[in-house]
């Protein structure tokens, strides 16, 4: 167990390299190795009032203020404080009307859209409780969640694309203001405000475990995030904050960044279609000052920004233009970066990564562009932010410390263990993730301790970090890195559609259009551009770990086709189903591959 047989030496330590919150890191005695931090809480927890009082104290406030953005007929439109509070009580009198008692549970299933944040506030200040379900989730865990939740209704979004908010409104015309008013002010920080429901613990049957979190609790990761951010909010711009809500509200992140953003009345729009093509088009139009989203919204905009540059340099000079992520600025700037601002608004200044690790490079990059993009951690089995780097003392290559008033340990098997307000444990809660803390309580996430391989030869392999340098080289899509139980580690490789259009365009002759894939796995120029790639990859790792042989395999890893979940993590054990033929092609065509220093993989095997 972690901490037996430790003396603890504790000491009060602060972010090098500028100002950070305050952390409490624990160390080993005699080895001085740290195991655990915990940051200390910025804001004072609430004694009184719930989530349900925001938009009426806005209202009360700067009734004028624009607190929201709507898309109305392909048009952002301005919503007031004053507007959405009335708006709120409307739908809630409705949510009164139809029966819906103070205690109640009400599952909202639906993507991310300003309805899901106009019935989250209703519910509450109806007194009722929310229970979200992420619109992918199957109808039958909705019907196992929704029967363990005890929810009382469901609303989807064909019911909000139907207009059942109106009807609500219309329902709703005979009941006094006060009746919703009454039940509101009842509520006190120890109410429950919501029933989240998260994965198995790993190892588990993986039947989801429900929680629930009162409203101090929703209350104070909201304010402690806000005064995390406060100082990249203030350096966005002389602009007031803004900020398109990207992330799904069924997931708590997503839920509160909204509610931080509301009770700091910073202005939120929600962008309903998470595909590059439109999400790119509401981002050029609403203009955020800051985001926070998933590492492939960022490799999305580098590659659609390295695209464009390309092209502008094939139509000038007639050759492909042949760079890395660091050329010389000046180019790079008129080419790329302009490019990367316009993309994005051309405001945007800051921006949180979460989910899967950024490579380091694109964070290097986009800081050139003007922007800096973080990143934080936030297991699926919490829902939320557990870490989050510092805005004015970041340290790339980590996912940062700890946020205030949550705590993260390391196990003596290198699992890492989280505790906070958002955590539905009263202890310690493994979240299956392996990582490392290191001298001032930043921490590095290494892999998915379901996910380690060992080979044959009894190498101990985390896929993730090769993975993720892989995809960082357009047009590789998502991969896989196997060898469990296998004489050497290899991956297989897939082609992200868009990008390798593009990439093959750009090429000196271009490919023919409509080409085959067979014939394009075996095409010198994509080897070629692949196996540098699986070089980079595997410059990260020692020559054991590297992959040894790889193949390109045709399609690609998508939520659609069960292969990633609505997390965007790889299914491992659905892709190894859907590709072992061509895993077992990989491992009879080179049963023994030695790993040297100075090798590089073997020519790898096409699928045919």
């Known amino acids: 167990m972690l901490g037996q047989g430790r003396a603890l030496r504790r000491a009060r330590a602060r ?6 919150p305050a952390v409490e890191v624990v160390r080993e005695e005699g080895t001085g190795r740290v195991y655990e931090v915990r940051g200390a809480p910025l804001v004072v927890s609430t004694a009184w009032g719930s989530a349900a009082d925001i938009p009426f104290a806005n209202a009360e406030q700067a009734p004028a203020a624009t607190v929201i953005r709507r898309k109305t007929d392909g048009h ?6 004053a507007a959405f509070a009335a708006e709120v009580l409307a739908v809630a009198k409705g949510l009164v009307a139809t029966g819906v008692r103070p205690g109640d549970r009400v599952a909202l299933k639906a993507r991310t859209r300003y309805e899901w944040a106009v019935l989250d506030f209703a519910l509450w200040a109806a007194g009722a409780q929310s229970v979200p379900l992420h619109p992918a989730t199957s109808d039958g865990q909705t019907a196992r969640i929704l029967r363990d939740s005890g929810a009382e209704l469901l609303l989807t979004d064909d019911d909000l694309d139907a ?11 005979d009941i006094g203001d006060e009746e919703v008013h009454r039940r509101r002010t009842t509520l006190a920080p120890e109410s429950t405000a919501t029933v989240v429901h998260t994965p198995g613990t790993p190892g588990t049957t993986g039947r989801p475990h429900l929680h629930a979190l009162s409203h101090g609790q929703l209350l104070a990761e909201a304010d402690n995030l806000t005064a995390l951010l406060g100082p990249a909010l203030d350096m966005a711009g002389r602009r007031p904050p803004t900020t398109l809500v990207l992330l799904p509200l069924a997931h708590l992140l997503g839920r509160t960044i909204q509610l931080a953003c509301l009770s700091a009345r910073i202005v939120i729009g929600h962008a309903a279609d998470a595909r590059p093509a439109e999400l790119r088009a509401e981002l050029a139009a609403f203009r955020p000052t800051f985001l926070v989203g998933g590492p492939q919204l960022f490799e999305n905009i580098h590659a659609t920004a390295r695209a464009h540059a390309e092209r502008s340099a094939l139509a000038h000079r007639r050759q492909p233009l042949r760079y890395g992520l660091r050329p010389a600025h000046a180019v790079h700037d008129l080419l790329i970066h302009r490019r990367v601002r316009a993309a994005l608004g051309g405001r945007l200044r800051y921006a949180l990564s979460c989910g899967a690790p950024l490579d380091a490079r694109l964070q290097h990059f986009f800081q050139g562009a003007g922007i800096t993009v973080h990143e934080g951690y936030g297991p699926t089995e919490t829902g ?14 980590t996912v940062g410390q700890p946020l205030p008033g949550t705590a993260v340990r390391i196990a003596a098997d290198g699992e890492i263990e989280v505790k906070g307000p958002t955590v539905g444990t009263d202890g310690w809660l493994a979240t299956g993730d ?22 044959s030869g009894g190498t101990t392999v985390s896929p993730a ?8 080289h357009p047009p590789l899509g998502p991969c896989l890195v196997i060898g469990d139980r296998r004489p050497f580690v290899a991956a297989l490789i897939t082609l992200d559609p868009d990008a390798l259009a593009h990439w093959l365009r750009t090429r000196r002759p271009p490919y023919p259009p409509g080409a085959p894939f067979a014939t394009l796995r075996e095409d010198p120029a994509v080897r070629a551009h692949v196996q540098r790639a699986v070089d980079a990859a595997n410059a990260a790792v020692s020559p054991a770990c590297s992959i040894r042989a790889f193949t390109i395999v045709e399609g690609t890893f998508t939520e659609e086709n069960g292969l990633l979940t609505p997390s965007l993590r790889i299914r491992r054990p659905a892709v190894a189903k859907a590709y072992a033929r061509d895993i077992a092609r990989l491992y009879t065509e080179f049963p023994a591959v030695p790993a040297t220093r100075n090798s590089r993989p073997v020519r790898p095997p096409s699928s045919r």
């Open 15 to 20: 972010a090098q390299g500028g100002p950070g």
């Open 76 to 81: 952002w439109t301005d919503v007031s404080a």
């Open 163 to 173: 207009g059942r908010l109106d009807e609500l409104v219309r329902l709703g015309a």
């Open 384 to 397: 939320a932010a557990v870490t989050l780097m510092p805005p004015l003392a970041a340290r790339p290559g």
């Open 434 to 455: 392996l990582g490392a803390l290191d001298a001032d309580g930043y921490l590095t996430v290494t892999g998915r301790k379901k996910d380690l391989i060992v080979t």
């Open 465 to 472: 970090l090769l993975e993720n340098r892989l995809r960082a």
